[in-house]
């Protein structure tokens, strides 16, 4: 029989989801559910890497649980779990972080970006963080991790500790191999179409959110910045209509240029109607399933209590022997 290979991905609960989160990640973790074991984490503990409100950590971590399940992942196909729930992720971290150089955690571009912007919680967490995911990856014998293209230098690491492990001690880990989106798939600020959608803009107009309710995905995109050519091009020069035919390809699995023919000699006016209402239509079962479970909070609990479980037994596994090399004796 042929094994399936191993996925892993997590995200972290740091708020609503964006449809640029959607399109760059989720969307592609449901394409995989079939053909792969699949392990997708809420890491909450990565989240404490910031600080935050209790009561808006558990907020957010139930909620992105439900936009997972809302999205398409499928619970009895994909483990889906909490990541402070299966404490084999710390106990692991422990022993790689004795086997990482402080030199290869200063040279993360993350941290230090992240260091510059937050120098009152500077906090080693934050220093640390890439071998928490690199604990995360190789506990479940990963062979493939989706992530995006920020995250690159992050998986050098954990192939790095990977190999490292394996070769002091003897063959253990999978050595895993990021799996980055195409760059079809970068969905733009609808406010500044130079940047990346994200829902830490300050203006809310940048951004969809999978949560957002039909009205206001509307106005949204009725307000995006486009130029004043006037013609639905596919072009660089029209970072704005460009983006707004990226989000209507991925949607309709159309291809952009041709979706821009269609409007030969049409306004944007037009434009903008049809790629709203494409929006909302797709986006309105995956709102009405989300709805769904945060009305229905038992049901969720169900499903990570049973992914608890099935990423536990396979955690368990693989650190037992991670123990056992490194010399610690059996209890
Ligand atoms: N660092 C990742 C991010 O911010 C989230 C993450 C944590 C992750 N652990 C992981 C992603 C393991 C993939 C695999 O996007």
Redesign the pocket.
Known sequence: MDEKKVI?????PSGKMTLGNYLGAIKNWTLLQDEYECYY?V?DL?AITVPQKPEVLRNNTIELLAQYIACGLDPEKNTIFIQSHVKEHLELMWVLNTMTYMGELNRMTQFKDKAKKSEENLNAGLFT?PV??AA??LLYQADL?P??E??RQ?MEIARDLANRFNNRYSETFTIPEGYMPKEGARIMSLQDPTKKMSKSDSDPNGYILLADDSDAIVKKIKKSVTDSLGVVKYSDEQPGIKNLLDICANFSGRDPQDIAAQYEGKGYGAFKTDVAEIVVEYLRPIKEKYDYMLANKDYLRDIYLAGDVKAQEKASKTLKAVYEKVGFIPR
């Open positions: 892993f991905s997590g995200a972290q984490s890491v990565h963080y928490l995911m995360d990856i991790v992530v995006g920020d995250q992050h």
